[in-house]
């Protein structure tokens, strides 16, 4: 299986909150691959156009939430509720999920948590770009912080600010987690197929 889906949400909070309940999608970006890990390893990315030009097949949605957006989530993804009213309800972010990453690897950063905003949908196998970045901090040096905006400008020192935006936009880090996984895979010249990380990444406490 080739097919891999870079993955990502925003969402009304960043977790259980006792006023603004458990966080719903308000934005789905995801960008579709068909490609072997050696070919993905070997892609030369640089800008956020290539995109385009190497997916199967781009998605991006925003949603209307039955609920308040938390101040500070929306200091980091730049949405308020007024943004998204004629937009479809949030619930509807995970029937659009499914159909899209259906038969493929779906890729993210901390992806436990997006796929805990999408209301956990069974059997579709995922892989934690930040759990491969603690597996690689474990035998190179790492920043203290495995974010995604921290460890692109980890590896990526002279050009991180063109890929880290002021805001945070669920395309914007789909291409981040595109890099990052990129990046990740260098440290794993064993990985030949999309089994073999999500295999190892069950190791990764």
Same mark, same amino acid.
């Given at each position: =299986?080739?097919?891999?889906?870079?993955?990502?949400?925003?969402?009304?909070? !960043?977790?259980?909150?006792?006023?603004f309940?458990?966080?719903?999608?308000i #934005?789905l970006?995801?960008?579709? /691959?068909?490609?072997?890990?050696?070919d993905?390893?070997?892609?030369?990315?640089? #800008?956020? @156009?290539? =995109? #385009? *030009?190497?997916?199967?097949?781009? !998605?991006?949605?925003?949603?209307?939430?039955?609920m308040?957006?938390? &101040?500070?989530a @929306?200091k980091?993804?730049?949405?308020?509720?007024?943004?998204?009213?004629?937009?479809?309800?949030?619930?509807?972010?995970?029937?659009?999920?499914?159909?899209?990453v259906?038969? *493929?690897?779906?890729?993210?950063?901390?992806?436990?948590? +997006?796929?805990? %905003?999408? *209301?956990? &949908?069974?059997?579709?196998?995922?892989?934690?770009?930040?759990k491969?970045?603690?597996?690689v901090?474990g035998?190179? $040096?790492?920043?203290?912080s /495995? @974010?995604? +905006?921290k460890?692109?400008q980890?590896? !990526? $020192?002279?050009?991180?600010?063109?890929?880290v935006?002021?805001?945070?936009?669920?395309?914007?880090? %789909?291409?981040?987690?595109?890099l990052?996984?990129?990046?990740?895979?260098?440290y794993? &010249?064993? !990985?030949k197929?999309?089994? +073999?990380?999500e295999?190892?990444?069950?190791t990764?406490?």
């Amino acid at each position: =299986m080739n097919k891999i889906i870079f993955t990502d949400t925003e969402t009304t909070g !960043f977790g259980k909150h006792p006023v603004f309940g458990h966080p719903q999608v308000i #934005e789905l970006g995801m960008v579709a /691959l068909d490609i072997t890990v050696d070919d993905f390893v070997a892609l030369e990315l640089t #800008e956020y @156009s290539q =995109m #385009e *030009g190497l997916a199967e097949g781009i !998605f991006v949605q925003r949603y209307l939430p039955s609920m308040a957006i938390h &101040p500070e989530a @929306s200091k980091v993804n730049g949405i308020v509720i007024e943004d998204l009213l004629g937009c479809p309800k949030s619930p509807l972010a995970t029937e659009d999920f499914l159909k899209f990453v259906y038969g *493929g690897y779906v890729i993210g950063q901390n992806i436990a948590y +997006d796929m805990n %905003c999408l *209301g956990d &949908p069974k059997d579709i196998p995922t892989l934690c770009t930040k759990k491969l970045a603690k597996a690689v901090g474990g035998k190179f $040096p790492m920043p203290k912080s /495995l @974010s995604q +905006d921290k460890l692109i400008q980890h590896f !990526f $020192p002279k050009t991180w600010e063109q890929h880290v935006g002021k805001i945070h936009t669920a395309l914007g880090d %789909c291409w981040k987690n595109m890099l990052l996984m990129q990046k990740l895979l260098t440290y794993f &010249p064993g !990985f030949k197929t999309w089994k +073999d990380v999500e295999i190892f990444l069950l190791t990764v406490k």
